[in-house]
Structures are given as structure tokens and as C-alpha cells.
């Protein structure tokens, strides 16, 4: 009896652990719609102020953001998301809130498109240094020095 019980208290824990990370992902993509949709925003703005190079900062910035908070060893993928932990898909959620806000911020105030992109870039390291950056997949903030 005393092993069913075990085995019933791991399914619930991963069950529990499966619902945690659905629901961060789901949470990490929303955010990167709202992103999305401000940064469409960002490039008219930019493009605005004769930027020819705008349409280029949906990448810019989402790497902007993969790179503060992961230590990449490899390209990212598509699926990339679906590699990260509740955790880390949180930790993106919250990245991406925040450069969010600093790109709307800069674009209410009149900013020049590139102060703009090192507000938000500013901001998301500033973000890191308090949650500190991670291996994708893993949960372990990684030394400082590394």
C-alpha cells in the first residue's frame, strides 16, 4: 500500500509541476504578443525619425532580452520557449513586461529611437542582475564571474 501511495504523490507533484509550466508558457507568450505589438509601434516610430534599419528590431530586441537572461551556448531555436522552465518562461514573462514599458515610455516622451533601445536594454540588465541569468532548461542562477 505504502508504495501506491508514493507513486500517487509523484503523479500529483508532476501533474501539479505539468500545469505550473503550462501555464508560465502561456504567460511568456502573452507577454511576447504585447512586446510584439509595441515594438511594431517602436519600428513606425523609429522609422518616423528616418530610421532605414527598423523593421530589424523585433529581432534585436527579443535577442536583447534571450541574451541577458540565458547563457546561450547554442542558436535559438524555434522552440525555444519550450525548453525554458515555469521558472525561466516567468522570469522571460517579466523581461518582456519590462522592456515593454520602457519602449512605450521612451516613444511617450519623444525619445530618439536609439535611446529607446538602450532604456529597454538598460532595463532588462538591470532586471537580470536581480534574478541572475540561467542555462535554458535549468534553474540555477550561474555564478557572476562565469
Known sequence: ???????????????????????????????????????????????GQGC????????????MIYQALFLLEQPVSEDFRETLTATQNNDLAAAQRIVQRAIQ?????????????????DRVHAFVELIGQTKPGSDQVLDRAA
Open 1 to 47: 500500500m505504502s508504495n501506491h501511495r508514493c507513486l500517487f504523490v509523484e503523479i500529483e507533484q508532476f501533474t501539479q509541476e505539468v500545469a505550473a509550466w503550462q501555464q508560465a508558457h502561456a504567460n511568456s507568450r502573452s507577454a511576447w504578443q504585447s512586446l510584439s505589438e509595441t515594438i511594431q509601434s517602436l519600428v513606425v516610430f523609429a522609422k
Open 52 to 63: 532605414i534599419t527598423a523593421s530589424r528590431y523585433h529581432t534585436s530586441i527579443l535577442a
Open 105 to 121: 515610455e521612451g516613444m511617450d516622451n519623444g525619445l530618439l529611437h536609439k535611446v529607446i533601445h538602450r532604456l529597454a536594454k
